[in-house]
């Protein structure tokens, strides 16, 4: 199972096509989604909670810290935070567990899981890029939102396949989400 974690920054289009490509490739799927990330959907995608929902196998609330998730107990393969947030960032680099997002992030890298951290936040001031170390130490990937262009896109969809691609890679998942370069 891929846990998907969706904060409260600009971006959400990127967890929602994650999460249909995980679905197309038949890979069960559990998500998590902040209150700001809710705000967020409906602002950038005019999405709700009920749409996400639709296209994953299993949802967990945010503020449950009960939830199955946040025990190392629980099996699953890995974490995708896409967007994460500076706010989220800042709470998994420094051990903050308050919510069930931070939780599972704790659980990912203490049980040395799949972590991925896709930060959507420009520019960075040194404290994000500190935050981002500390994950990477701890054996995180850190997976900035920075789509490249050799593959001649046409459309937002195909700047944001771009990015999935690249964390599908990162997960190990063969793709043919974007061009390659040849």
């Known amino acids: 199972m ?3 974690a969706i904060t409260g920054a600009s971006g959400v289009i990127y967890s929602l ?3 249909k490509a995980l679905q197309k490739l038949k890979i069960e799927t559990g998500v998590i989604v902040s209150d700001p990330a809710k705000i967020i959907l409906d ?15 299993y949802y967990y609330e945010s503020n449950d810290l009960t939830a199955s998730i946040n025990s190392g107990s629980f099996k699953f393969d890995s974490l995708v935070i896409v967007p994460c947030s500076m706010k989220t ?31 959507r936040e420009t520019p960075l001031r040194t404290v994000h890029l500190e935050n981002m170390v500390k994950i990477s130490k701890e054996g995180g990937i850190i997976l900035p939102a920075m789509p490249a262009f050799y593959h001649n ?15 599908l890679d990162s997960l190990k998942i063969d793709n043919n989400e974007f061009k390659r370069w040849k």
């Open 2 to 4: 891929i846990i998907v």
């Open 153 to 167: 896109p046409k459309n937002i969809d195909e700047i944001c396949d771009f990015l999935v691609g690249k964390i």
């Open 89 to 119: 960032l800042s709470a998994i680099a420094n051990g903050y567990a308050n919510n069930a997002i931070t939780r599972v992030a704790d659980v990912a890298l203490k049980e040395k899981r799949n972590t991925i951290i896709v930060p």
């Open 43 to 57: 602002y950038e995608l005019n999405k709700n909670i009920e749409d996400v929902k639709k296209i994953a196998d």
């Open 17 to 19: 096509k994650l999460l």
